[in-house]
């Protein structure tokens, strides 16, 4: 807003204010202050209450995720040694296949 705009704003509610105590409507105004105060601060609370919830909303997030790192981290041991076992049991799983296949072999030349 320009200044010039505000100064004839400001200047027509000096004449408002003015006419309103000269004709006794001086009760009508500061009624429609408190009103339009009460109106902001109920504005400024509900704002004040949305920022609040959403703080502890993000303290809560950051929270279950440090925990779920943790797990995490946790975890990715436990995974490294279960893939560890995994290959070792592939490995024997191979062997025994190869001895099974070579007994399957001698028993097929005996019938021979």
């Not at 409507?25 to 109920?42: C, P």
């Not at 949305?50 to 502890?56: A, G, S």
């Not at 797990?71 to 990715?76: G, S």
């Given at each position: 807003?320009s200044e010039?705009?505000?100064?004839?704003?400001?200047a027509?509610?000096a004449?408002a204010?003015?006419?309103?105590?000269?004709?006794g409507?001086?009760?009508?105004?500061?009624?429609?202050?408190?009103?339009?105060?009460?109106?902001?601060?109920?504005r400024?609370m509900?704002?004040?209450d949305?920022?609040?919830?959403?703080?502890?909303a993000?303290l809560a997030?950051e929270?279950?995720?440090?925990r779920?790192?943790a797990?995490?981290?946790?975890?990715?041991s436990v995974?490294e040694?279960?893939?560890?076992?995994l290959?070792v049991?592939?490995a024997?799983?191979?062997?025994?296949r190869e001895r099974?296949d070579?007994l399957?072999?001698?028993?097929?030349a005996?019938?021979?």
């Open positions: 807003m010039s705009t505000y100064q004839d704003q400001a027509q509610e004449r204010d003015r006419e309103g105590h000269e004709h409507d001086e009760k009508g105004t500061l009624t429609l202050s408190a009103t339009d105060f009460t109106a902001l601060e109920e400024v509900r704002a004040v949305v920022v609040r919830r959403e703080r502890l993000r997030a929270e279950r995720a440090s779920a790192e797990q995490m981290r946790e975890h990715q995974v040694q279960v893939e560890k076992e290959g049991l592939r024997e799983r191979d062997h025994v099974v070579r399957l072999g001698q028993l097929d005996l019938e021979l």
